[in-house]
Structure formats: structure tokens, C-alpha cells
């Protein structure tokens, strides 16, 4: 497969030099065409992750000439667009799958939860350590931190994660600065709320801005006064944008996910990945750039089929379609980029629990909307969904390719606090025939 | 271009680049030149020089011609001349003239042994291009994977796979001696095809010559004999400079058979203050636009030295040192001096409120209560401060606060060691620092432990680093100053020491074992000394200290203490200087040392004779690390007010102004807690407990993870971050929790908003409670405001909540 814009590059290159030109021209035309995803720098993602592996096999890999024991019990069914077929416990996705590109050659080789977190948050591979706690653990920064530490700057914070901290969401050696805003509680819920985004209730408007504006006389005398050091003036810009937030009304209202029609609400689905969905839209059309959403629980080991046909697909069915079909809708689809990714896919057999155990060899993930050519299928796997066939896509290349989207340089050379340098994407290469 | 115009460019570019007045005035002021060397042999491989010339003032002060001044050869055809750099051209004899302004030297120049290029050794010669290029750096090439294919060992740790990886691999079209010019090494490196990395030398540098004469020559590996690079010299290695400026440094190798060589362009440059100098791959510094210092690293083929650039104030005049800035012990002098040589003023003394603010945070993680604050400003004693830092240090929580700092360091984490193992290593801290037992036992203690982990505090230590490899990357960062990390893959890139020393380290804990007694507790032992070998290339490893004598082999004895002798020894320059760095950091808010435990010699202090002072003082003290604090908060330095004058502004680096720091995660939670009256319960912790106090780091808090508590990963307090996010300002705006505090019926609102206290009264009493001073003007008219538009108690939380938020309670000034 050619890769459209590099090839370009490379071949200009060489008839440059053909040409006769000069070195410097070739240099400045190489830093010319490095900026030619510049225009991509208003598309946002939502980055939904689906914890605990996502059964290739019985969602959008599927293999009906298998033995019934790898085959398991769904079916394939047409979707919209002719010669693309899912599972028939995907009747939702497939009324969209024009909007979708299904990449089935995902591959890495770590098997473990955390790790494979870690890898398909981060594109890294981590070295030792206790990748299933419940605390920030990345040894390189997360994609979300990497918007925030690369893209522009927002009136929402630039990395906002919900229902909860990633566990592998974290910011590395990029710094607190670049860690995700975390919505501490799920919008499904009843009593939902985001913390710290406004004054307690009781403590009214009237009196918040009394409050506020006393302050900033106090701080800003402050300043003026003594010229004080750089860690105020750092900590005074966050200030501000705190400020920034709890005074732009669209912002705080982007959070209250209770102003949202019901009928839409209804759309997702009043479940987690549903309302997290909807929330992460209202997030992304208030100027965030890039929101990861986790939903749990896929972890099937046991009673594989009743699991995804009973508990996890019909919320997963609902909310994916009704995110595009949204986005759409609001003309919003083209400028964000969804992407539905997973720690690693599932044996190919089926054990004897009734479920399928940990397989990161080969599995699925869905991109669609920034850009992505909907209705398309990328790499294959063999009859048992068990290895790559074509096409291998490794977790750096779905990072680079989050980047690419986004208009940020996947090739940029980051460096840790004891000055080595990083490759952010780890030679990562942009699955270009995604892109139109 | 003739010459004379050349240096009519030339002279031009630096009058853009300088302020013209500064150069004029300095060409007008040149009494001679010298230049550098005083000779020039053109011979063998020695194939280029670079000359430095340097203008010496009326007042003996020196200036960098090198690019100012004509350099002219009576016989142009020996040599190209380029930026000062000599290239041989053909062998021969003459003399070059070097003018600048109205001075003039001549040094003669001689080209031998040219014509024919000599004999290439790869691992001398060529591997080094490759380092310098950049072409085995960790972000391309040299990356673990490789990139595009093409892998070489990172920094050239590994010649002979580079070797193969050029010569036998690739399918032979790296190395194409048919046509040199498109073997891909050398046509992917001077950009003739399409190369990832970018065009990396001219085709007709030194360098690309080199590389095409290796391959005519049939890509020899070389000779064994061939002596090889014992060190690396550069010049000059201390220079005052002008802001804006420019200084051409000549790097010279000498080789094992005393033979020496220029290779100040296949050096490499880096600098530890980018902003105050920089250095480019010509070996050319340019100064910035502050005052300050910096330390340029100049590596070669695993060797280094450094360059260290000062730079006075612009335009200032040597401060003279005001009556009251007495030297209350030598950090004074030290200090003194280095304003002197930067031409910085120092701010004022501190006022006593903001004094009894600092000293306390500092050194208790508490903030002063108000009577304390009345009592002390109003005290007119001479030896008042002196008192103070008494009482802070003999504080309950001055012990307290130092455990939970050193526990962060240690990694008292209950995540990775377990309750019990955290809750006996923290008493075991706090026994420590409540005795204020010598660092130089406890650390030797820790270092030696084993044990039940139950009842031996520091055996846990060998529970949380659970490999050779880690407690050797620990005990060097933690306790030397020394980061091994890079050595444990790869020779480190600005250091001497190599995998052969990190496996040395290793060795003393090879075998470390952990015996499981029940959930909670291991039996740590050490049940013999094995040395260790060298993963993958499987090389067996003497196990010795960093230049140390080898301990020998012996299966039945534990060799942890030859080492923790070693490690704790009042010799070891590392041991002292580190825990002085780090005590200094904490207290004057930036280490002589960045980071504070990296302490390697290309990363110089910012005032070396200060740091030295530090640590001879906590030597002559055996170990006291209370005395070496006391030393540091008594100075002058210590007690210099963070307002800024017209001079010290931009200073960060020599303390003429105290730095503002954020309190800590749990020293804010304390304040928060403190100033409005209502504790923080904590589970497992007795009622009134502190965030300072807390001996388990995984307790569940919002406030803790947000403000950024250490995550006690890593052997540092790096993980304990002052860095701001939104979410902080977010959280001390708004949080439900902080609002809960300030209107609770027990707290201090509720208290004052029942006292008979007037409106003054009770704004003075919030801002004594909160930034620990009288309320200044706007302070008292904003207060206030807000008493009198509301109702008593509402006012009160308003004006309580403004004060909480304010940078004087929010920063330790």
C-alpha cells in the first residue's frame, strides 16, 4: 500500500535533487511538506476504551467457516455498506458502517491488562512494573497527554477523561500539567455532577462572583507589587483559566450533560457508555480536544456469548451509532475523530467457561469521523482470527495515527526530564489509506 | 571574497549580533591577541584545527576574536581557512597572520604526512561521526528497534555489532565500495537520496571525507594496535562573557601513545542552561540575554569535560555589599562572591512575619499560629531569629514533616511493600530523624538491612527493590547522586561510568533473597556473594564500588557492608555533596544542583565552593543533618526577602532573592485544616492526624493526588510535583470539601463570627491565621467590603475563602 504524502515527499526529494536544486530548497521543502497536516488541527478525538479485550471474533472479525468452537455463537450480518459484514450482536454499528473504517490487524504480544493498557494508550511497550493497580502508571505519556503537551491550547481543559481516571491515562514525563481533567463520576447517573467546576450551590452566583472578583483584586495587587517568581506566574495562568471556565457559560453548561434533550440522551442510551459518549460530544463540541472514555468489564472469560448478547453489547450498540450518527447531525463528524480501541482481542477458542481468555496476536478496532474513509475494512486476519494476515497495525501505528488526525507531528522527538530523547510515537507509521 | 572583505562580513554580522557600542569599544580596548594553539601541524589524521583567538584587554579582561579576526595564510594554498577552522590542503610550510583591530599575531603552520590518507580504525574514527551526526541516538537509529532496519548500538556501545550491522548486513548496499558515492551510509548522510533523519553532513565536510576514505579503503575495521582516546581537553574552560555574545572553544583528544588530535567539530556540545548559553556543532557558544552561568558538556568517543560560561549582569557595576549583609557564617561570603562575579545586588532582608512563615513551612510543614506571630513581631530580642529556628527544628513536627519527606525518597510505599512494611519503615524513619541520629549510620543501616520486614524497618527497603538492578539504580540515585539508569543498557552518554560499573554495583546484591514468612512479611537475607554478569553478552562483572577496589568473590559472606562503607564514607565527595544539595534545596527552593540528585560532573553546581562548604560542614559535623539546616537558615541567604530589585529579577540561580515556592501537597492540606479549624480524618490514623503525619502514601484523597503527593515510585521527591494544573485551581476555587471546612460549625468562622471582635479586628485575625501577617491596605478594604455587604458570618466565609485562595497563603514567600 503507498503511503500518499510521504511517498510524494520522498519522490519530490529525489526529482529535487534531479533538478539540480540546492540542499537548502530540498530542507525547506521538507519542512514545508512537514506542515502539510497543519490544517488538521481543528479536528478533536473521542477516544473510547473498551476495558478488559474486545472479542474480535464475535463483534467485526468474524469467521462462520470456522468450527464451532472458534466460530462461537453469533452470526454475520450485512451492514450498509455492501461486502462488509459484523456480528448480528452489532445491529446498531452495522446501520454505520459507512461512517466506519474497521481495522481488523491490530497485533502486539503482551497479554496482560495492564500492560496491554499501557500499550494501546501510550503506543509503549512498558518495562518492569505493576501495571494493574488502580494508579497512574504510564512510563510514556499517554495520546491524551500528548494533545495536551503538542496541540493547541483550549477554553476546556485539553485532555479531560470520564467516568474515571485511565489507568494507563497518565502523563508520564510530561508532568501533572499534561494529565487528563478527570470527571470523577458517571453522567448515567442520576445525581451526576462534575466536581470543583462552580461554586457549592449554596454559595450563590451573586456571592461567587463577590468572592471572585475580591480575589483577583488581592492577587493581582499582589503582583503588580512584587514581581514575584515563575511558579506563581505558572500557577497564575492556571488561575486563570479556571476562571476562564467557571465564567464562559458554554463551557460550564458543555459539563451538564442534564441540558441535553432527553430524546438524545434516550439516542445513547441511559447507560455508562452511552451517557459517556454524550458527555465526551458536548466536551469536544466545547473545545476539548481529545477525551478518552472507558467502559468495563469485557473481560470474558466465562459465559462469552451471554455476556456481550445479554450485558455489554446492547449499551456498546447503542451508544457507537448514536455517536456518529450525532456527530453527523451536528456536522461535527468530519472534525472529530472516534476511535473505539481495546487492550488486545480474545482467544480464538472458546475455553472450557464459556469464554474466550486474552489475545493480543491479532484483534479489531474502529476508527471513524476526523477525516476517516467510513466503510472500509483494514487488514485481515486468518480463518480462526488468530494472526495478521495483512496489513499488521501495531499499537505505534494507531498512536501515529491519532496524531496524524489530530494535526500533530507523529515523528516529534520528546525528551525526559534526564534529557533522553523519545520518539513520541516510537516509529510509528500513519495508516494513511484510512484517511479520504 | 578577499580577505579583507571577508573580515569586513564578518565584523558586520557581529555588530548586528552585538550591541555595537559593546563591540567597538571593546576592538578600540585590545592591548594584544594571543591565539590558540601557538602552532599548527596540519598532519595524518590530524587533519583540521580549529584556532581560537582570544582579544586581551587594557584591564586584562578577555574577549573572542576568533570570528572577528582576519585570518590570513602568506600561502593560501596549504590550507582552507573557514570560521577559524584550518583544513589541510597540501603539505608545506607558512605562516598565518591573524589581525584584530590593531593587533596583529603570526604562528606558523606546517602540513605533513597529507597526501596520502591514513589507515581508518572504525571504532576510533568512524564511530564517532556517528555519535556526533546523531545517527546512533536513542530517538533513531540507535533505538532499540532500529530504525527503518538500520540499527546501531546506542552511543556506539557496541563497535563490532556496528560494524557488522554497516559492513555485513543491509544486503551490501550500506557500504558499496564499487561507487562510494551511493552506498547508502554515506548518500542517505550528505542527502543525495531520501533519507528520514535529513541531510546529515556536507559532501564536502571533513566528515563526509572520512566516511568515503573508510570505504575506499575497504572498510577496514582497523588495527588492533591502534591507540585509542584517553582524554579530552577543551579550551578555554572558564570564561567570563557578555550577554549576546559569541566564544569559539577548541576540543583536543589525546590518544594512549601521546599523540593529540583536534576534534573540536567531531565533538559533541551540550548545555545545562540552553537560555543563558548554547553551543553549537562548531563548538561556537552563544550567550544569551540574562546574566547567570551555565556548563557546556563537550563528549567524545565516551569521554567528557566541560566549559563553564559566566555571565555578569549587562550594564551593572560590582554591587557593593550593603552593612547589614554581615557574614553570619560563609554560605554569606560564598554567596557574596558570586553576586560579586555576576554583578547582582541582593534583595533586602525578609520582614519577621514573612521570616517565621518561611522558617516554619520550611522546616515543619506548619504554618505559625497567631499568637505566635503577634508574640514574634512584636519581640524586639537581636536574637530572635535565631530562637525561632530552635524551636522549629526541636518541633514535634519538624520531625514528623522530615519523615515524610525521607519516606518519600525511600519509597515508603504501602503499595508495592504493604501496610506493615510501610507502617515499621516509617517509625523506623521517624526514629531516626527524632534522634536526629548521623545520616551517615542510617543510611549504612539501610543499606546492610535484613530481617523479619515486620519488625526491621529498613529490610523493606529490599522488599520495594526487589532486583540487583533496581536497588542499584536506587541506592546510586538516592543516596550518590548518581543516575545508573543509562549504564544498566548502554555507556551513559555524559558520563564516564559504563554497564561495567552499573554491574559492579549489582553484584553486592546478586542473590538478595526474600523469604515469604506470611502476607505481610518477608525475610530479607543475603546468603552470599556471586558477582553478576552482563545480560545478553553474558560478560562476568568484578563487583566493586564506581573506582573502587573489586570486593572479592565469597560465597559465604554478605558484601553489602564493603560497600555501604563505601557508599557512607566521609571520602565519598558523591555521599556529602548530595544530601548537603538536597537539605539545600528544599530550604532555598532550588538545589546548587538541578535536578538535586544528579550530581555528575558534567552538571556542575551553580556555586561549587558553596556546595563544598555545605558538605564539609555536615562532615565536620559527623553527619548532623539538624546542624547543616541550622547552618542554612541562619544565613543572610537564607533570610533575603523574595521581593525582587531592579538587578536580581531575572535571577534564579544564585539566590540574591528567596524563591517562591507552592506548599506542598500536605503541608496545604495541613494549612487548609489549620486555618479553618477543622481536621481531616484519616483512616487508620488517630483523630487530628496530619497529611504530614500519615505513614500509608495510598490513602484514598482527592486534595493529595491533585496537588500532587509523591507516588513514591521512584527514588526521588520528583514525584512529588509542584507543577499547577487546572484541576488545582479548580479545586481551591470551588471544592465542595474546602467549603464545607470554611462553614463549619465547629471552625474558625463560626468561632469569630460569635466573638465580640469589630470588622477590623476580625480581618486582621484571618489574614494572622492565614498568610500569618498583619492585612495589608487592600487587604483590610476588601474585607471590608465584603463584612458589610453581607451578614457577619457570610462575610466572614467570603473574606476567609479570598484569603485562602491568595498567593501569600497559597506560596511560601
Not at chain 1, 537548502?24 to 476495558?51: E, H, K, T, W, Y
Not at chain 2, 566493586?544 to 565469597?554: F, H, I, N, Q, Y
Request: charged share 20%; aromatic share 8%.
Amino acid at each position: 500500500m503507498r503511503m500518499h504524502s510521504k511517498t510524494n515527499r520522498r519522490d519530490f526529494i529525489r526529482m529535487g535533487s534531479i533538478a539540480g536544486l540546492g540542499m537548502a530548497d530540498i530542507m525547506r521543502m521538507q519542512q514545508l511538506s512537514a506542515a502539510d497536516n497543519g490544517d488538521r488541527s481543528d479536528v478533536n478525538c473521542i477516544f473510547i476504551f473498551i476495558v478488559g479485550g474486545m472479542p474480535q471474533q464475535d463483534m467485526w472479525d468474524l469467521k462462520p467457516d470456522a468450527p464451532p468452537e472458534i466460530r462461537g455463537d453469533f452470526r454475520n450480518i450485512s451492514t450498509n455498506v455492501p461486502g462488509i459484514q459484523i456480528s448480528d450482536v452489532l445491529p446498531g454499528c452495522a446501520t454505520v458502517a459507512d461512517r466506519m473504517a474497521i481495522l481488523r490487524s491490530l497485533t502486539h504480544d503482551d497479554s496482560d491488562h495492564g500492560r496491554g493498557f499501557h500499550i494501546m494508550m501510550s503506543g509503549k511497550k512498558p518495562g518492569a512494573g505493576d501495571f494493574n493497580g488502580n494508579q497512574n502508571n504510564n512510563q510514556h505519556p499517554c495520546i491524551g497527554s500528548m494533545v495536551s503537551h503538542l496541540g493547541r491550547p483550549s477554553v476546556l481543559p485539553p485532555y479531560i477523561s470520564v467516568p474515571n481516571f485511565l489507568n494507563s491515562g497518565g502523563p508520564s514525563f510530561l508532568g501533572p500539567s499534561h494529565g487528563p481533567f478527570v470527571i470523577d463520576a458517571d453522567p448515567a447517573a442520576p445525581d451526576f455532577s462534575v466536581r470543583d467546576i462552580a461554586l457549592p450551590a449554596d454559595v450563590a452566583t451573586q456571592r461567587g462572583r463577590l468572592r471572585q472578583q475580591a480575589l483577583q483584586q488581592i492577587n493581582q495587587f499582589e503582583q503588580s507589587a512584587e514581581r514575584i517568581g515563575r511558579q506563581v506566574r505558572s500557577f497564575d495562568t492556571f488561575y486563570n483559566k479556571a476562571y476562564n471556565l467557571m465564567a464562559s457559560r458554554e463551557a460550564r453548561e458543555a459539563f451538564d450533560i442534564g441540558r441535553e434533550p432527553e430524546k438524545i440522551r434516550d439516542a445513547y442510551g441511559m447507560t455508562s457508555i452511552g451517557q459517556c459518549s454524550l458527555l465526551a460530544r458536548r466536551m469536544v463540541e466545547a473545545g476539548c480536544r481529545f477525551v478518552a472514555v472507558e467502559n468495563g468489564h469485557w473481560d470474558t472469560h466465562r459465559k462469552n456469548t451471554y455476556s456481550l448478547r445479554d450485558l455489554l453489547c446492547p449499551a456498546f450498540d447503542q451508544a457507537i451509532p448514536a455517536l456518529l450518527n450525532d456527530l453527523q447531525d451536528r456536522g461535527m463528524l468530519e472534525k472529530t475523530l472516534v476511535v473505539v480501541t481495546t487492550e488486545f482481542g480474545r482467544t480464538p477458542r472458546i475455553n472450557d467457561l464459556a469464554g474466550r481468555d486474552h489475545w493480543p496476536n491479532a484483534f479489531s478496532i474502529v476508527m471513524a469521523g476526523g477525516g476517516v474513509k467510513g466503510g472500509q475494512v483494514i487488514g485481515a486476519t486468518d480463518k480462526q482470527a488468530a494472526e495478521v494476515t495483512d496489513r499488521p497495525i501495531s499499537p505505534e501505528d494507531m498512536v501515529a495515527t491519532v496524531l496524524y488526525a489530530l494535526g500533530i507531528d507523529h515523528t516529534k522527538i520528546l525528551h525526559t526530564p534526564l534529557g533522553r530523547p523519545v520518539p513520541i510515537a516510537d516509529g510509528g507509521k500513519v495508516v494513511h489509506e484510512l484517511f479520504t | 571574497m578577499s580577505p579583507r572583505l571577508n573580515y569586513i562580513a564578518v565584523l558586520l554580522c557581529a555588530l548586528t549580533c552585538l550591541s555595537p557600542s559593546a563591540i567597538g569599544r571593546d576592538l578600540a580596548a585590545i592591548q594584544r591577541v594571543s591565539v590558540q594553539p601557538s602552532a599548527i601541524e596540519i598532519s595524518g589524521q590530524d587533519r583540521q584545527q580549529q584556532l581560537v583567538v582570544t582579544g586581551i584587554r587594557v584591564d586584562g579582561s578577555q574577549i573572542d576574536l576568533t570570528h572577528v579576526a582576519a585570518i590570513k595564510l602568506l600561502d593560501p594554498s596549504l590550507a582552507s581557512v573557514d570560521a577559524a577552522l584550518l583544513s589541510g590542503l597540501q603539505e608545506g610550510e607558512t605562516q598565518i597572520r591573524i589581525e584584530a583591530g590593531n593587533s596583529v599575531a603570526t604562528i606558523p603552520l606546517r602540513v605533513s604526512n597529507f597526501s596520502n590518507y591514513p589507515p581508518i580504525h572504525f571504532e576510533g574514527d568512524v564511530l564517532p561521526l556517528f555519535s556526533k551526526l546523531g545517527c546512533n541516538s536513542g530517538g533513531c537509529h540507535g533505538k532499540q528497534s532500529g530504525q527503518n532496519g538500520f540499527r546501531l548500538s546506542v552511543f556506539g556501545s557496541d563497535p563490532r555489532a556496528d560494524f557488522d550491522a554497516l559492513v555485513r548486513e543491509g544486503r551490501g548496499r550500506r557500504v558499496f565500495p564499487g561507487a562510494i558515492e551511493r552506498s547508502l551510509i554515506y548518500s542517505k548522510a550528505v542527502g543525495i537520496s531520501a533519507h528520514g533523519g535529513g541531510q546529515r553532513m556536507s559532501a564536502d565536510s571533513q566528515d563526509a571525507q572520512l566516511l568515503r576514505e573508510w570505504i575506499r579503503q575497504g572498510m577496514p575495521w582497523g588495527s588492533e594496535q591502534a591507540a585509542r582516546v584517553a582524554k579530552i581537553t577543551v579550551q578555554p574552560r572558564l570564561r567570563v562573557m557578555l550577554p549576546r555574545s559569541q566564544q569559539q572553544l577548541r576540543v583536543v583528544a589525546t590518544y594512549s601513545d601521546g599523540r593529540t588530535r583536534d576534534v573540536t567539530r567531531a565533538a559533541s556540545y551540550s548545555s545545562n542552561e540552553a537560555v543563558i548559553s548554547d553551543c553549537d556543532s562548531r563548538g561556537i557558544i552563544q550567550t544569551g540575554k540574562v546574566a547567570g552561568e551555565a556548563a557546556i558538556t563537550i563528549s567524545y568517543m565516551g569521554f567528557v569535560d566541560v566549559s563553564r560560561i559566566v555571565i555578569p549582569q549587562p550594564g551593572a557595576t560590582v554591587p557593593v555589599r550593603p552593612s547589614w549583609f554581615t557574614s553570619v557564617n560563609m554560605i554569606d561570603d560564598l554567596v557574596w562572591n558570586k553576586w560579586q562575579q555576576l554583578r547582582i545586588a541582593p534583595s533586602e532582608l525578609c520582614d519577621d512575619a514573612t521570616f517565621l512563615r518561611r522558617v516554619m513551612v520550611k522546616t515543619s510543614g506548619t504554618l505559625p499560629g497567631v499568637e505566635q506571630v503577634r508574640t514574634f513581631t512584636a519581640d524586639s530580642s537581636p536574637d530572635k531569629r535565631a530562637e525561632v529556628i530552635e524551636r522549629a527544628l526541636a518541633s514535634r513536627e519538624f520531625t514528623n514533616y522530615w519523615t515524610q519527606r525521607w519516606s518519600d525518597i525511600l519509597m515508603v510505599n504501602s503499595k508495592s511493600i504493604g501496610g506493615r512494611g510501610a507502617y515499621v519503615f516509617h517509625q523506623w524513619i521517624r526514629q531516626q530523624i527524632r534522634t536526629n541520629r548521623p545520616y551517615n549510620e542510617w543510611v549504612y543501616d539501610i543499606i546492610v538491612a535484613s530481617g523479619n520486614s515486620g519488625q526491621v524497618g529498613p529490610a523493606n527497603f529490599y522488599r520495594g527493590q526487589r532486583t540487583p538492578e533496581d536497588v542499584t539504580r536506587t541506592i546510586s540515585q538516592a543516596f550518590l547522586g548518581i543516575r545508573m539508569d543509562c549504564t544498566q543498557c548502554h555507556h551513559h552518554p555524559f558520563e564516564k561510568w559504563g554497564q561495567d560499573d552499573f554491574y559492579g554495583l549489582a553484584g553486592y546484591f546478586n542473590g538478595m533473597t526474600r523469604q515469604k514468612l506470611d502476607d505481610n512479611r518477608d525475610l530479607i537475607y543475603h546468603p552470599g556473594h556471586k558477582p553478576i554478569s552482563v545480560p545478553v553478552v553474558n560478560r562476568l562483572v568484578q563487583t566493586r564500588p564506581l573506582d573502587g577496589v573489586p570486593t572479592p568473590a565469597d560465597d559465604r559472606t554478605d558484601p553489602r557492608p564493603e560497600l555501604a562503607k563505601w557508599v557512607t564514607s566521609p571520602k565519598n565527595p558523591f555521599f556529602s555533596r548530595l544530601v548537603a544539595n538536597r537539605l539545600w534545596k528544599h530550604l532555598m527552593g532550588r538545589g546548587l544542583v538541578e535536578p538535586e540528585d544528579d550530581l555528575r560532573e558534567t552538571n556542575p553546581p551553580t556555586n561549587p565552593e558553596l556546595l563544598n562548604h555545605l558538605a564539609e560542614t555536615l562532615k565536620a559535623s559527623d553527619f548532623d543533618l539538624k546542624a547543616l539546616m541550622r547552618h542554612i537558615l541562619s544565613s543572610h541567604a537564607f533570610q533575603l526577602s523574595s521581593q525582587s530589585t531592579g538587578t536580581n529579577y531575572s535571577d534564579d540561580q544564585t539566590f540574591s532573592h528567596y524563591l517562591v515556592r507552592r506548599l506542598p501537597a500536605e503541608v496545604m492540606l495541613d494549612a487548609i485544616c489549620q486555618v479553618t479549624g477543622v481536621p481531616e480524618s484519616y483512616p487508620g490514623h488517630p483523630p487530628g492526624a496530619r497529611a504530614i503525619e500519615l505513614w500509608d502514601n495510598q490513602l484514598p484523597s482527592y486534595f493529595l493526588d491533585t496537588f500532587g503527593r509523591s507516588l513514591r515510585e521512584s527514588p526521588c521527591e520528583c514525584g512529588s510535583s509542584g507543577e499547577p494544573t487546572m484541576a488545582q485551581a479548580l479545586h481551591l476555587l470551588n471544592a465542595p470539601e474546602i467549603e464545607a471546612k470554611i462553614q463549619n460549625d465547629q471552625g474558625l468562622v463560626s468561632v469569630l463570627s460569635k466573638s465580640d471582635d469589630d470588622v477590623g479586628e476580625l480581618i486582621e485575625h484571618i489574614a494572622l491565621v492565614t498568610v500569618n501577617r498583619l492585612p495589608t491596605a487592600r487587604e483590610r478594604k476588601t474585607g471590608t467590603r465584603l463584612l458589610q455587604n453581607a451578614s457577619r458570618r457570610q462575610g466572614l466565609e467570603d473574606f476567609l475563602w479570598v484569603m485562602m485562595n491568595s498567593y501569600d497563603f497559597l506560596f511560601v514567600k
